[in-house]
């Protein structure tokens, strides 16, 4: 995985693990709704739908290239503006809009169709 996108998709993680475990349930729905799965009841069922992306990554074979289904998820992440994020990633923040913009623009019709996420 490149370095950027590992250490955004780090960053999501950890902040999803950080607000799904936690009280507040306006930062959980608001959370669910950055994704399109705002009615969704189970928190497992939100986390685990989004681990997809990663399974993509796993499914990577030495032919593949750009144009994969983990690049495409890669470089949503970590192109803004025309311009690749440094190793470090572009941050929570920007990786966590972009990762719901590409998963309820592309991703999400591409796994379910037009099937509702619960």
Known sequence: MPQNCSADV???IAHIDEVFTGTNT????ALKNNF???SMTHL??????????????QSLQPY???????????DALEVKN?????ASG???????SAWGQYWTNTYYAEICGGLDAE
Request: aromatic share 12%.
């Open 26 to 29: 306006t930062a959980i729905q």
């Open 44 to 57: 497992d069922d939100v986390a685990g739908a989004l681990r997809n992306n990663l399974w993509d990554w």
């Open 10 to 12: 780090q960053a999501v």
């Open 82 to 86: 025309g311009q690749k994020a440094p």
């Open 64 to 74: 593949s290239g750009p144009g994969s289904a983990f690049f495409t998820f890669c």
């Open 36 to 38: 399109g799965l705002g």
């Open 90 to 96: 572009w941050g929570l923040d920007h990786a966590l």
